[in-house]
């Protein structure tokens, strides 16, 4: 009798998630509140080179006495671009973090446990302006309501947001090592 695999002419294997907020708590420990940060920095990080931009533009637009105005009109697409570069390299980088992450020492990863790559890290990106534009803000709420904290976008894409490993580390305990006299 042939498997349900050989029926349907595709083999795959289902993966188990790799993290387990009921054997690792420290995986998860604080991470919702670090993200919200990691957030602002990286919204800063952002922000810069498209304000330098703005204000190159502007001054364009003066010394042209108005006709420079209209590559105002670029902004959307150099935001876009400059977007899901920085998202892309950072996200999907060795580190599988941006630089807000980094400084909080939080991680994001696949359900089963691999580093994040380029082009997830772009859609990961992507669904989370998407989400929050369209279903408001208050869609975050999500992660108070699952052990991994994960948020709609995470969990449409099969990712989780974790705690590095030098962060997640058990605490060594302070003193002699026990039998060293």
Known sequence: MADERDRIGV???????????????????????????????????????????????????????????????????????????????????????????????????????????FVLAVVHAGLFWLTTSLLTPLILLVCFFNTRGRLLHDVLIGTVVINNPDRARPPRPVGPEPGIV
């Open 11 to 117: 083999a795959y294997d289902v993966k188990p998630h790799m993290y387990d907020p009921a054997t690792n708590p420290e995986l998860f420990d604080g991470v919702p509140a670090r993200r919200v940060l990691a957030f602002l920095i990286d919204l800063v990080i952002l922000a810069i080179p498209l304000i330098l931009v703005w204000l190159f533009f502007f001054a364009i637009g003066i010394v042209t006495l108005g006709f420079g105005f209209g590559l105002f009109s670029l902004m959307p697409v150099i935001t876009l671009i400059w977007a899901a570069y920085y998202y892309g390299t950072t996200l999907g980088g060795p580190q599988s973090a941006t630089i807000g992450m980094r400084a909080l020492d939080i991680q994001m990863r696949t359900w089963y446990g691999a580093p994040s790559y």
